[in-house]
């Protein structure tokens, strides 16, 4: 059996349909642009995403907190992940 690659639970064919409408609203030369002001956007997020979570990260030091926790649970949040992963196997979602 195939089995189509899927993305934020949208296939294939539902992304290839939906540049299809996009390169036919905005032209094909419109396009690169879109898609750069997209990345500058996301990159952007991304960046203020890093500066919140150092600002937060240096405060919680000035102030003596104890920051390891965040590192405490992201271990256990992998360990889960992995036993989850390890419990399932090959089994795959099928549709």
Do not use: C, W, Y
Not at 9 to 36: C, H, N, Q, T, W
Not at 61 to 84: A, G, H, P, Q, Y
């Amino acid at each position: 059996m195939i089995q189509q690659a899927t993305f934020l639970f949208i296939s294939g064919a539902e992304i290839a349909f939906i540049l299809f409408i996009v390169i036919m609203v905005f032209g094909a030369d419109k396009l690169p642009e879109i898609a750069r002001g997209l990345g500058k956007g996301m990159r952007t997020l991304k960046d203020a995403t890093n500066d919140i979570k150092h600002e937060i990260t240096k405060t919680a030091e000035k102030n003596d907190i104890d920051i390891s926790i965040t590192d405490d649970v992201k271990k256990e949040l992998n360990k889960v992940k992995d036993d989850l992963d390890d419990f399932t196997g090959s089994v795959k979602r099928k549709f």
